[in-house]
């Protein structure tokens, strides 16, 4: 029997139906809400509403639980590749050999980037941050690559190959223009994972051997990047698609929502703080003491918190056994991983933290495993947005396959009522 929620305002008693998604999450279903009261809700950051129903992903803040598909995030990051779960995301099912050959060969031959392009990197300053740089670029593709909305038959799949394809070398680009080293060319000899790597670190003067422990890390970091349901960046790419504006500049928008340091953006502001905290000596109380006054001293520590996590983000706890291995495996001691242990151990000990449920999130340790992979502090956002590509096109694409209105929510008015114009010369 579908149950009701029954709301009772202004003397009057109203109905809305209630439904259950099949991790059994509750939702008042109020699409009348306004026709019938006049009343709509207020939720800053909306942190109690649910923008659409959603086949992806399910995540449970309170477990520390996170499913791509009905598969753990435990399981993928064991077992599979990371086009393996782009290929989930985004089409829902793991794929069979078949499929798998057709989708992983269309990304290799796609990976080259039209070499006009290659005169709007010109255009950046060459400190200019990586990220703006991504943005930009991969707007620019739905100039480059038009047959968008309103083409005779639905060019969707071509242009999801192309994203996945093209933003590795894109990225790359920003950080090689940016060290003024040649930039690379993808190589179809190599597989997704090695061939950004060979972009990123090959220079021509001497032979590139990627190396397996890095490149198995980051097909790790990828997967686990991969998607994360309704956050600030996917919303954002929902937002935009709403509109019906094309994919590239839907995905543009994501990229510049994660740039934000609340957000993606974390990653590098967690371990400038470590490096800060080294160059400080070292003593994690006094940050953790600085945190906890946050309204005085305006200081936050990055890479705690979540919105949604009340537990371990368990993809910590997985990046967080990985740094160990992975840096040891390369013969890399960085003395702000254990910096990073010893604020995690203060802060999980003190009430501030606990009673706010404040545990270290994705992006607490993955910045000392970018770091010991080679990859610069500046990229660790581009990584972030590398790895969340499949997820933000799952999450356009669903949208657009569920028909969903176009977004626009309303707001409460607190500005002036009706007043008369005074002309300039009496003001
Ligand atoms: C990501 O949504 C996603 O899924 C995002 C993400 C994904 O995969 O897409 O998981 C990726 O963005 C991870 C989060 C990375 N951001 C950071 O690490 C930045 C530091 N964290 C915070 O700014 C904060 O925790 C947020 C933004 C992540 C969440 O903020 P909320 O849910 O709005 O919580 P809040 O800001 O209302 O904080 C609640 C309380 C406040 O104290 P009081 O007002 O109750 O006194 O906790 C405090 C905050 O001051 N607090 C912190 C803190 N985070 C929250 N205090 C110190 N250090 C922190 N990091």
Same mark, same amino acid.
């Given at each position: +029997?579908?149950?009701? #929620? *029954? ?50 992903? /399910?995540?449970?803040?309170? @477990?520390?639980?996170? @499913?791509?598909?009905?598969? %753990? ?16 995301? !985004? ?49 620019? +593709?739905?100039? /480059? ?5 309103? %083409? ?14 093209? +933003? ?73 698609? %709403?509109? @019906?504006?094309?994919?590239?500049? %839907? ?18 502001e967690v371990?400038?703080m470590?490096?800060d905290i ?5 003593d994690v109380s006094k940050y953790v003491d600085m945190a906890k006054n946050a309204k005085t001293t305006g200081f936050r520590l990055f890479g705690f918190g ?9 993809? #910590? ?26 604020l995690e151990?203060a802060a999980l000990?003190d009430d501030y933290f606990v009673s706010r449920?404040l545990?270290p999130?994705?992006?607490f ?13 500046? +990229? ?17 694409? *669903? ?6 209105? !176009? ?21």
């Open positions: +029997m579908a149950n009701t #929620a *029954e709301l009772t305002v202004d003397g009057k008693s109203y109905s809305f139906p209630t439904l259950e998604g099949t991790e059994h999450e509750k939702a008042f279903d109020i699409s009348n809400l306004r026709d019938q009261t006049g009343y709509v809700t207020l939720d800053r950051g909306y942190k109690n509403t649910g923008a659409t129903k959603s086949a992806i992903t /399910f995540l449970d803040g309170e @477990q520390g639980i996170l @499913q791509y598909r009905g598969y %753990s995030i435990e399981d993928l990051a064991a077992k599979a590749s990371f086009l393996e779960v782009a290929y989930l995301l !985004i089409y829902g099912e793991l794929p069979t050999q078949e499929q798998f050959a057709t989708f992983e060969t269309s990304i290799r031959r796609h990976t080259l980037v039209n070499e006009d392009m290659r005169k709007i990197f010109d255009g950046f300053p060459v400190n200019a941050h990586p990220m703006g740089v991504l943005s930009s670029l991969v707007s620019a +593709m739905s100039a /480059f690559y038009p047959d968008l909305e309103g %083409s005779k038959e639905d060019t969707t799949d071509q242009h999801i190959i192309r994203l996945l394809a093209k +933003m590795p070398t894109i990225a790359t680009w920003s950080y090689k223009r940016g060290l003024g080293h040649p930039m690379n060319y993808p190589k179809n000899n190599l597989d997704y994972i090695p061939n950004f790597l060979n972009m990123m670190f090959s220079l021509p003067v001497e032979d590139y051997k990627v190396d397996p422990v890095v490149a198995e890390a980051l097909n790790v970091l990828l997967i686990l990047h991969a998607d994360h349901e309704q956050n600030c960046s996917t919303s954002t790419v929902r937002l935009v698609g %709403s509109s @019906q504006a094309n994919i590239y500049s %839907s995905i543009s928008a994501g990229i510049s929502a994660l740039w934000g340091p609340l957000h993606g953006g974390a990653n590098q371990i400038e470590l490096e080294k160059a400080d000596g070292g979540h919105r949604v996590y009340k537990n371990f983000d368990p993809r #910590a706890r997985i990046i967080k056994k990985a740094a160990d291995d992975v840096l040891s495996k390369l013969g890399v001691n960085d003395p702000v991983l254990e910096i990073a242990k010893g151990e000990h449920k545990y999130n994705v992006d340790y993955s910045g000392i495993i970018y770091r010991a992979l080679g990859i610069p502090t500046n +990229m660790f956002t581009v990584m972030f947005a590398i790895g969340r590509l499949p997820g933000w096109i799952a999450q356009w694409k *669903e949208m657009r396959e569920q028909k969903e209105p !176009i977004g626009r929510p309303r707001q409460i008015y607190t500005g002036a009522t009706l007043r008369e114009f005074v002309p300039i010369e009496k003001r």
